[in-house]
């Protein structure tokens, strides 16, 4: 798990002022290497917020003001689910390294463990409601 550190996404996106959406990306870990085989395993989806309008997080607070990895989070966790959102909202992010994250994660706050398997990540938006406009312009990682 700690091999994450060094893995660098890029992510640029054209965001609008309405609607209620969410930006940023999805990293999905499981404690089955094949889970949409077998669906017996545990996971998390791990969601960074880069920037949202209108759509506060649902699940519960854990922890304000968080620095990590040079930036600062707000925590929230509820079942299998966990958003680190940013204080200080961003449209694109270049060479973000996911393995400060993953460690808080990990080392931290245990939502993950360390043999469990990364087996996607996403970047986009979640879009609740309007949206004309909003585009994921790259991605990489």
Same mark, same amino acid.
């Given at each position: 798990? #700690?091999?994450?550190?060094?893995? @660098?996404? +890029?992510l640029s996106c054209t965001q609008v002022s309405s609607?209620? !959406?969410d930006n940023?990306?999805?990293?999905?870990? #499981?404690?089955?290497?094949?889970? @949409?085989? +077998?669906q017996t395993g545990s996971y998390l989806e791990?969601?960074? !917020?880069?920037?949202?309008?209108?759509?506060?997080?649902?699940?519960?607070?854990v922890a304000?003001?968080?620095?990590i990895g040079g930036r600062t989070y707000n925590i929230y966790m509820s079942g299998t689910e966990?958003?680190?959102?940013?204080?200080?909202?961003?449209?694109?992010v270049t060479n973000r390294?996911?393995?400060?994250?993953?460690?808080?994660?990990?080392?931290t706050r245990h939502y993950v463990q360390s043999n469990w398997y990364l087996i996607d990540i996403e970047a986009g938006f979640e879009i609740w409601q309007g949206g004309n406009g909003l585009r994921v312009n790259s991605f990489s990682g």
């Open positions: 798990m #700690n091999r994450l550190a060094g893995v @660098l996404l +890029n609607g209620n !959406w940023g990306y999805d990293i999905w870990f #499981n404690s089955d290497p094949n889970p @949409l085989t +077998n791990l969601m960074v !917020w880069l920037s949202d309008h209108n759509a506060p997080p649902t699940l519960a607070p304000s003001n968080v620095p966990a958003i680190y959102q940013l204080t200080a909202a961003v449209s694109s390294d996911l393995g400060p994250i993953v460690y808080d994660a990990l080392n």
